[in-house]
C-alpha cells in the first residue's frame, strides 16, 4: 500500500480545517437511453476549488446494479488532476434501473491533521431515468442511506439521508457538505465553505441544496487506529460519502 507523503507548503496551503471530499462523480447522474457513463475519482477540497491530493489505486471500486455486484477495478485509468494522480473508468448501462457507483480508496496520512483519511464514496446513476433502485445498499463499512431519490433533483430540493455504520444507523453523526465550485462562488468567510448538519437519534439528516451542480455529502466517523510514517498509532477518519445533482428550473 502505497502512503503519500505532502510539503510542508501544501499543508500550510490547506490549512487544518480544510474537508477533504473523495469525489466519484460521473459524466451525467440520469442517462435517459442508457448507455455509456464516465466516472471520474478525485480527492480534493470541492468549495476551493483543490488543492487536488495525490489519489494511489482504489483499494476498491465497483457498480452495484440489478441485484448484481460488479467490480470495475480492472477499468480504471490513471487520470492526472493538476498534476498528481486521479483515475477515471467507462462503463455502459445497458439495462433500465439505477447502478451505485462505489469505491473504497487507500488509507491516506494527512499530516496537518494527525490522522489517516478513508471516505468510501458513492453516487447513483439512473440507467433509462427508470426511477427504480436509487435506494439499494452497497454494504459500505460507513454508507449513507438515502431517503430522498437522489436523481432527478431540482437546486433547492432538501436531500435526506440516514448515516449507517456497519448498517445500524449513528445517532448524532456530524455530516459534512460542499459542492463543486467552478470558481463563481466566492465564500465570504471560512465558515461557508464547509456546510455542517448533525443527524438526529436515528442518524437520520437533511439538507436543502441552494445551488445547481454536484453536492457531496460526508458523514465522518471515528474508524480505530493505524500505524502513521513515523510508528506512532493514530486515527483512522472512516467516512461514508454520497454525491447527488441538483439543476436549476430556470431558463438557460
Known sequence: M???LYTAALVAFCGPAAAHFQQIVPSADVLPEGGPVTIDLTFTHPVEGGPQMQMARPAAVGMLAQGRRTDLSASLVETPVEGVLGWSLTTDLAEPGAAVFYVTPQ???EPAEGKFIVHHAKVVVDGYASGEGWDAMVGLPVEIEPL???NGLWAGNLFTGVVRRDGAPVPF?????EFI???SVVPPNDDFITQVVKADANGTFSYAMPRAGWWGFAALTEGGTMTAPDGRAVPLEEG???WVKAVSMRAE
Open 181 to 183: 465550485n467552478d470558481g
Open 173 to 177: 453523526a456530524e455530516v459534512e457538505v
Open 107 to 109: 488509507p491516506y496520512w
Open 148 to 150: 430522498t431519490r437522489p
Open 2 to 4: 502505497r502512503i503519500f
Open 240 to 242: 461514508g460519502l454520497i
